[in-house]
């Protein structure tokens, strides 16, 4: 009786990508939905510009596309003076909150593997 072993090795660390990168995707997507109600609205520019990016192998950038985004997350003093306006986070908060979905949100992508 002869037994014959395929592998099937390249077809799994393919499957096992896709499912980390949707995974991903997934995770970023639900923090910039979580951000966006936590913007402060002027112009509403801010708050249409949460993104993110693939940053590399499995890796994303999330942000925000304005240049004062930053001084609204960590607060600033403003033309050097001595008046230091607050910091106003929105996307700390929102990875807070999302962050402990990440188990679920990896099974909806990764399901009976």
């Known amino acids: 009786m002869k037994v014959t072993f395929t592998h099937n090795r390249e077809k799994a660390q393919k499957a096992l990508r896709e499912a980390a990168n949707a995974t991903l995707d997934d995770f970023c997507e639900d923090i910039n939905d979580n951000a966006r109600p936590r913007t402060p609205i002027d112009t509403h520019l ?46 700390q908060p929102a990875y807070d909150e999302v962050g402990p979905k990440l188990p679920d949100i990896a099974k909806k992508h990764f399901g009976n593997m």
């Open 46 to 91: 801010m708050k249409s510009s949460w993104d993110y990016v693939e940053s590399g192998d499995l890796a994303r950038t999330v942000g925000n596309k304005t240049h004062y985004a930053y001084y609204n997350e960590f607060g600033f003093h403003p033309w050097g003076g001595t008046k230091y306006i607050p910091p106003r986070p929105m996307l």
